[in-house]
């Protein structure tokens, strides 16, 4: 007995190495964890595409976007199940979003130990003082499986966290997640993992920030769980319609695949995107009445051309950049700055075109907001500068002339832009008009999610979905409404030199 214990501890020390490709870790999983596949049949593990491309470029930060049913809790599981017994002193958590998928997390973690080699259930002697509870007292280790409430973690040291559903948890899970993420120690591992629910809440806003805040990003779509086909004959599906075409040509999709997905949105009708999700993006389903055209942005977003230039860490994105026989304007979204308030945004366009030429966005005080707005004023040579001069906007303004900025719109005698509750409606329709019409104007992905996630609301208002972000947005929006009303001032002052030349005659 003490022999097997003393291998499975040296196993332990060794799980992240691998032979021919595969570490220890996933041998461990693939010759003595055993599951029950959908036929009831109990077998062991062997990992399929979702959880092979998981375990390769999996980090100690992980968020996971997938269709249903792709193995990955499962996965996730036997991962931290291995760690647990072969590492003293390991605390396992999975959360689940209810009662019965707590339970469902937990059978699939109890069939583990049940099943393991008759020499390990021997050594791995097991405690229990909950229902959803794994205690091995001879190595201090514990696999717990909670549900989602505020108080989850309070008091706990996490090595190993899985948040499973987080779309889904009651609540919005917000206070949740902050108190579990506490608990886990540094180095700790942790998963974040779910299928999409709206273009709003807390998954999504990991999601969508998780470049920033050190997470490995991971997005398996339906096609990589093997039984979702259907038997078909030969040419049976033919003719395939535009976006079957396109996923057979991108990712070498079968007729039989395609025949199951066409009866998933048959019976799914419009959640067939977001219960089997095909990309990153559509699949979170905007909840309300979105204000942009959603096909226009969908089309918007395949036309982006990838080639870009970033400065300042990202914050400064430059499609094109200034040309001397251009004009520019730029519209400003100010905000209070500090890493945790919202962002500023702004967007620098053609004053002639519209075309989107660079973008500056991230959390910026006003002194600070102000010096990077002048030297975009300076860059794209005197560009007309809009400042929304609410709220923060006037401590923006009044460092830009500090700074030496020139060419600050003004409005009614006032420098600045004033969005108020006549013009921000009148401002969202120009901007959601030239979409429609010229969507070749718009090249960044961060404002086109926005415009997916900017809804109206109960009361008649638009603005942006809960858990979402609007100031890219607004920064454009206000470039744009300033841009017209330079156009209709310049095509007024036309039409008066015509007929003053006129009289002359």
Known sequence: MGSELYRLLELGKHLDEE????????????????????????????????????????????????????????????????????????????????????????????????NLPEEQREVLVRSRSNVRQMAFP?????????????????????????????SRWPGGGFEALASLRAAVVPGGEIVLESTPRGASGTFYGEW??????GYTKHFFPWWYEDSYRVLVRDGEVLPLAEAESGLIQLYRLDERQIAWRRQQWKTLHGLAKQEYAEDASSCFLVSGDCVFDL????????????????????????????????????????????????????QVIDRETGMQCAELHGHFPPNELGRRVTDLWRRYRGALVAVERNNHGHAVLVYLNEMGCKNIYEQDGKLGWLT??????????????????????????????????????????????????????????????????????????????????????
């Not at 036929?39 to 092979?52: I, K, M, P, V």
């Not at 969508?208 to 805040?213: C, L, P, S, V």
Request: hydrophobic fraction near 35%.
């Open 19 to 114: 032979w021919d490709g595969q570490t220890l870790r996933d041998r461990m999983i693939g010759g003595s964890l055993q599951i029950r596949p959908r036929d009831g049949r109990r077998r062991l593990l062997e990992l399929n595409r979702a959880q092979r491309e998981y375990s390769r470029r999996c980090s100690k930060r992980n968020i996971v976007l997938k269709a249903r049913q792709v193995g990955i809790t499962t996965y996730v599981a036997a991962r931290y199940f291995v760690q647990t017994i072969t590492r003293p002193g390991t605390l396992t958590v999975q959360v689940a979003h209810s009662q019965e998928s707590a339970e469902m997390i937990f059978n699939i973690v109890r069939r583990f130990w049940e």
């Open 138 to 166: 001879g190595l201090d280790s514990e696999y717990r499986v909670e549900t989602a409430d505020e108080n989850a973690g309070r008091g706990m040291t996490i090595q190993n966290l899985h948040c499973s559903e987080v």
């Open 208 to 213: 969508q920030e998780a470049d920033k805040t």
């Open 295 to 346: 096909e226009g942005i969908e089309k918007t977003i395949g036309l982006l051309e990838k080639e870009t230039h970033l400065e300042d860490n990202g914050r400064l994105t430059i499609w094109l950049p200034p040309q001397s026989d251009r004009n520019y304007i730029v519209g400003v979204d100010t905000a209070g700055g500090g890493s945790e308030g919202d962002y500023a945004c702004a």
């Open 420 to 505: 108020t509750a006549a013009s921000r409606p009148a401002m969202i329709e120009n901007m959601a008009a030239i979409l429609i019409e010229k969507p070749q104007l718009f090249h960044s992905p961060r404002l086109l999610e926005e415009c997916r996630t900017f809804v109206r609301q109960a009361d008649g208002s638009a603005r942006a979905a809960d858990g979402s972000n609007d100031d890219c947005v607004m920064a454009m929006a206000i470039a744009l409404a300033v841009r017209r009303e330079d156009a209709g001032r310049r095509a007024k002052k036309g039409r008066f030199e015509l007929t003053s030349i006129a009289m002359v005659r």
